[in-house]
């Protein structure tokens, strides 16, 4: 039922474990139709946003349950919000100490098995970060699915528990373990622990005032990227596609997103510490508005967040219209941060001298019923280079 | 792909949430050939056991694995013995502390939901408390067969999961989380966690030394009993078993058993960090002899455990030539303590004021190379009532 997996990296394999060597699976003779995207889950959120009908809402924290008598309360200790996916619960230890554990388990969105390791643990400990806590361990967790070939497990299976785990050894978070069981579908995940001394600050995420600024760490449209991407190769939609970008820009966007996805938000769970942010939230599947509103709700004071500016993956403005709503699903997406500006300044600094690049303000914490909007003359900011526009359907 | 479970307890099921109630199938119409233990998966430790041709062997330690370049290492933090099927690493945190981490599973060994909840919870902690490491906070994980029926569904699972919280509540430890999936075979378990802090003694395992005693927290034949009330239920083997022992007897096995096995060994814990224990391991499905060896195995001195007392559940000493060799599996069994013997009379002393009864010295340790025997004239221990012998099989 379970066990372990122990696996070896050939040259050939090692080859492929880096963020900047995209994944070529014809190297290993492998078929195109089964892709690693292919083993997952159609139920998990990724397949489901993408048909437009669907309403996937992010679950609303239940704030009356009124518990029954006898009613089983699964988690008895104290729970928090968990808005990105992940179950996250924090546990009164003994001797004071806090832990802070999230749980997630992640399908495969993109066909690059390296990255989506890496893009595994990322979102993983984000829920950490938002906390403004630090991983200390990861129980890793693996479902191989039953229908992947062994020539499929021999390439998809080392490489993925890799990107798993030297984002683990770059996040400074020790592996405790392994689960490993056989499923229909593929997946990669865990459950990751970080622990809090009761006598030292904690970021409740619930701070939020009038004054403070929104800071947002990643662009939005990963999702749209990478989506972009695989529809190219289909002949069907690839017209569609082209209609509007260049194949070079949509080659560009996606590894821009698959660059932003294995990205750490690690440098922002420390610098949050440092800079008195007053509240933050990872952004995830449920799109950047749902996880502003679910933000906007928890907070104490009436506030509400006025959107002013949303930076988007160079050229996804022009395929996508949810994604300039903020209605996109998002890939290990970034943190969005209400802080005083003053500090956010100095955040933004230390956070471009860490990572390398800027992250933006998106906008302001205003007097209001815990809602967000976005502003009638909210800009899209994109550093799309001009010549690969190709034509704006309107 | 996994979720909550929120469920709520009927006072009809309550009823059976006890110790001391026998579950009662018909008493919610079901029907006993799709008895809990059915929906176990046949891989599983104890149905692979119990053919005696199979050579289910214990792994042993890999001492010189020469890690290959390139090679994953799974665990890189430091790993330790898991001699019980529970997978155990310990890893260094942050600030001098160290995370004991279990990890295990347990299909369903009894048709009683309530006490297979109380026996997973109690097998998965007796790993920790093997350290001499309390039990901090639990990830509850359940495997939901998708072979059940709605209502064996509404009554197998609360009762399971209430089994499994009051054992952990009476632990002392905290449920940070549930992990739920659909699968073919049910099962309950989880991680469990206790932490060291560096400066505090750690019970190794590897102390032994000639002249300490062997000291055993739980008879043996757990698995006998149960195996036994099982074919007494079916009328191919009822005649079988009727022919050594009364169904009286075989009744007062089985809930001695089943006592036995919801038995925290959490007072273990305890008094071997008082009482200066050597070593120590759980019995479990590899049966008495092989995690005794185990345990010889890895001592650091050259020892040997002579074996001279076998205290078993009343009257299974009648139906199991295997049980009185050591070599059945055991359910959720007791410690095998090595320590001096001027420790171990104060610790049995304890041990009985604060669970009920006197744990056996079984044995001691003495100049060897790492092996288990049995004494020619070892006894075996058990307080089965002589009228309820009817004949022994030679």
């Known amino acids: 039922m379970s066990g372990k997996l122990r696996v070896s990296l050939t040259s050939k394999l090692l080859k492929y474990a880096r963020v900047d060597v995209p994944f070529c699976a014809e190297d290993f003779g492998l078929d195109h139709a089964f892709d690693l995207i292919s083993y997952a889950d159609p139920q998990s959120f990724y ?17 009356d349950d009124s518990a029954e008598e006898n009613q089983l309360q699964m988690c008895r200790s104290v729970e928090v919000y968990a808005d990105d996916g992940c179950g996250t619960t924090i546990t009164a230890l003994a001797a004071g100490q806090l832990q802070v554990q999230v749980v997630g388990r992640f399908c495969p969105v993109v066909n690059e098995p390296y990255m989506m390791g890496r893009i595994a643990c990322v979102s ?3 829920s950490l970060y938002t906390m403004g806590v630090s991983g200390q361990s990861v129980l890793m967790q693996l479902t191989i699915s039953r229908k992947l070939t062994e020539l499929q497990r021999d390439v998809f299976l080392p490489l993925m528990v890799r990107g798993f785990e030297d984002c683990c050894k770059e996040a400074d978070v020790k592996i405790s373990g ?30 939020a005032v009038p004054g403070d600024v929104l800071v947002l760490t990643k662009p939005l449209g990963t999702h749209e990227a990478v989506s972009a991407f695989g529809r190219l190769q289909e002949p069907k939609t690839r017209a569609k596609i082209l209609r509007h970008i260049s194949e070079q820009a949509v080659g560009e966007a996606y590894r821009q997103a698959i660059k932003s996805m294995g990205l750490l938000n690690r ?15 990872a952004i995830g599947e449920y799109g950047f508005m749902q996880h502003a509103e679910a933000l906007a709700r928890r907070q104490q004071e009436n506030v509400s967040f006025c959107i002013t500016n949303i930076p988007v ?10 994604l300039v709503k903020g209605l996109s699903p998002e890939i290990s997406g970034g943190l969005l941060i209400c802080m005083p500006l003053e500090q956010a300044l100095p955040f933004i600094d230390q956070f471009k001298e860490a990572v390398g690049y800027q992250p933006w303000i998106v906008g302001s914490v205003k007097s209001g019923r815990k809602t967000v909007y976005i502003s009638k003359d909210a800009r899209i900011i994109s550093q799309f280079p001009d010549n690969c526009i190709i034509e704006l359907d309107e």
Request: glycine letters at 6%; hydrophobic letters at 40%.
């Open 313 to 322: 993956i160079a050229g996804m403005q022009l395929i996508s219209k949810r």
């Open 267 to 281: 440098v922002n769970s420390f610098l949050m510490n440092i800079y008195n942010a007053h509240a933050a939230t």
């Open 124 to 126: 993983l400990l984000s």
């Open 178 to 207: 392994q689960q490993v069981e056989r499923s229909r579908w593929l997946s990669i995940g865990g459950v990751a622990l970080g622990f809090y001394d009761t006598s030292k600050k904690f970021i409740v995420q619930e701070h």
């Open 47 to 63: 397949h489901v946003l993408d048909e437009p009908s669907s309403q996937f809402k992010l679950p609303q924290a239940d704030t």
